[in-house]
């Protein structure tokens, strides 16, 4: 059972900056792609990056030009650093790990960790 342990969450101050970290109990290597992902209180869970395996990346429209995804294969770490954190980015932030197998794709969800930014 693949287990992903996401930290680096806190409180922070508008315009600040936070790094995430989700750590992986098997080689990357083997997901399809892993990303992270933002739920706020009553809203639905939402993509705010991914990486492929390749390194190939995707950035919501929030995300674009303040938060960068990336991976370090050796760790078996994936990382968000936030930059210019607004109050709007308050929410549980996700990991999660795709691995496709034939015509079918499994997704891997770690614990969550909390993400609050101050005015």
């Known amino acids: 059972q693949v287990q992903l342990v996401e930290s680096g969450g806190g409180l922070v101050q508008a315009g600040g900056s936070l790094r995430l970290s989700c750590a992986a109990s098997?080689?990357?290597?083997?997901?399809?792609?892993m990303g992270w992902y933002q739920q706020a209180p009553g809203k639905q869970r939402e993509l705010v990056a991914d990486?492929?395996?390749?390194?190939?990346?995707n950035y919501a429209d929030s995300a674009k030009g303040r938060f960068t995804i990336s991976r370090d294969n050796a760790k078996n770490t994936v990382y968000l650093q936030m930059n210019s954190l607004k109050t709007e980015d308050t929410a549980v932030y996700y990991c999660?790990?795709?691995?496709?197998?034939?015509?079918?794709?499994?997704?891997?969800w770690g614990q969550g960790t909390q993400v609050t930014v101050s005015s």
């Open positions: 098997e080689r990357i290597f083997r997901f399809n792609t």
């Open positions: 999660s790990a795709n691995i496709a197998s034939g015509f079918t794709i499994r997704t891997y």
């Open positions: 990486i492929t395996r390749t390194g190939s990346t």
